[in-house]
């Protein structure tokens, strides 16, 4: 027997450690599982690194492995094997330290009784809202298997999308980056070196113009309140992230992310194609309408849209039409509102919601492919700008003096 040092969590969240003897490391783990701990570390005693050896950066969780993760789990559920078994298949075949523990405590959790969507709403750094409004919804359809790979097909779109745009957008922000620190050590550095030019300009009676008064003002303060500036706004970032955490912060943040010129619409296009799918989805299978409509507004991601679905929701329950609410809420726009008008009178509402969905993430690609075209030569532009300022900042007052002196 080998004597192993473990750090595990238990139910309520206490963290505990100690010695346990066990064959090997697995069963060293499946026995702090059998008392209701959830390992966190478990470490051979003799050959225990040393405590700055442990010491890791956290480790980050891709939506291409969770969606590996969702296909996975629906080919084992697809081929008879049970939920708690191809947990742990699941468990035992992840590489990924952090998604093999999560997949473990969802393991535990299913095991004691809670549904696979309550589950996996405890981690909530793992699995988005769309991820678990859809495996809520392919649970109360009865299409779980289904729900899952569809939300596998999501999260690749979505991985390989971002992807695109990181790509786009990583020469203009080391761009950015880079131009504007070799601006603000221009400001903070090389302007300070022509102060006594600019003081004999000013004992002479000659006068500064507006701009490099406004240039040496900005190296005065980066000079001498540099470090307050950054926390200043470091406790601005910090006040408004708490702030957005609040229901009023968060609704306001979304009515703001509508309004943004260019990226507004993408915001908005994209939780509409977001409950036009997740509810298409739900009808198709057989999702009764009050709560498909429940469960995919959670979806959204929008307090704003989300709220609109819920009162056609209440709409719906009066024995209306689910479209004269989403219509007067003025958040759909008016060909899709023709477009779900019609389906309901035609009964072919599930299947013209997905073909909604389809056309709006197409129409995101085509404008986030344009948006991030049009950042390259903006960035430019500012940078170009802040350089300029700086250059005509130090020169006007050499050319009004040889303007004068001629």
């Known amino acids: 027997m080998t004597e192993f040092a473990y750090t595990a969590k238990s139910h309520s969240g206490q963290k505990c450690s100690g010695i346990i003897a066990a064959a090997s490391r697995v069963e060293a783990m499946q026995r702090l599982r059998s008392q209701a701990l ?41 081929n008879g094997v049970p939920m708690l078994e191809s947990l742990r298949i699941l468990a035992d075949a992840t590489e990924n330290p952090r998604l093999k523990e999560t997949t473990l405590r969802i393991h535990d959790a299913v095991a004691q009784g809670d549904s696979l969507d309550i589950a996996m709403s405890k981690e909530r750094g793992i699995f988005s809202e769309l991820t678990l409004s859809m495996v809520r919804a392919g649970q109360e359809g009865a299409f779980l298997e289904e729900a899952l790979q569809r939300t596998a097909i999501f999260l690749r779109k979505q991985d390989e999308m971002r992807s695109k745009i990181v790509g786009a957008l990583t020469y203009p922000i080391i761009l950015g980056i880079v131009g504007t620190v070799i601006t603000a050590l221009m400001v903070a550095f090389l302007v300070p070196k022509f102060q006594p030019f600019f003081d004999r300009l000013e004992q002479n009676g000659t006068g500064l113009p507006t701009i490099t008064v406004l240039l040496l003002g900005t190296s005065y303060t980066l000079m001498h309140y540099g470090l307050f500036v950054l926390i200043a706004i470091a406790a601005i970032v910090l006040g408004v992230y708490r702030l957005v955490k609040t229901d009023w912060g968060h609704r306001t943040l979304d009515r703001v992310k509508l309004q943004t010129p260019l990226v507004g619409v993408i915001f908005h296009d994209a939780a509409v194609s977001r409950a036009c799918r997740v509810l298409g989805t739900m009808l198709r299978n057989g999702v009764p309408l009050l709560k498909s409509i429940r469960i995919s507004s959670e979806s959204t991601g929008n307090v704003l849209l989300a709220d609109a679905m819920m009162k056609s929701a209440d709409n719906v329950t009066a024995g209306d039409s689910l479209s004269k609410p989403l219509a007067a809420s003025g958040l759909i726009p008016p060909q899709i509102m023709a477009m779900i008008r019609v389906a309901e009178e035609s009964n072919s509402l599930d299947e013209v919601l997905v073909k909604i969905a389809d056309r709006i993430d197409t129409r995101i690609e085509r404008r986030l492919e344009v948006m991030v075209r049009m950042i390259e030569p903006m960035m430019l532009i500012l940078i170009g700008g802040m350089v300029m300022f700086v250059i005509v900042g130090v020169l006007l007052p050499v050319f009004d003096l040889n303007s004068s002196v001629g």
């Open 38 to 78: 959830y390992p966190m570390t478990v470490v051979d005693q003799q050959t225990k690194a040393p405590l700055w050896a442990s010491i890791s950066l956290p480790v980050r969780v891709s939506k291409e492995q969770i969606a590996d993760f969702c296909t996975q789990l629906a080919d084992l559920l697809t």
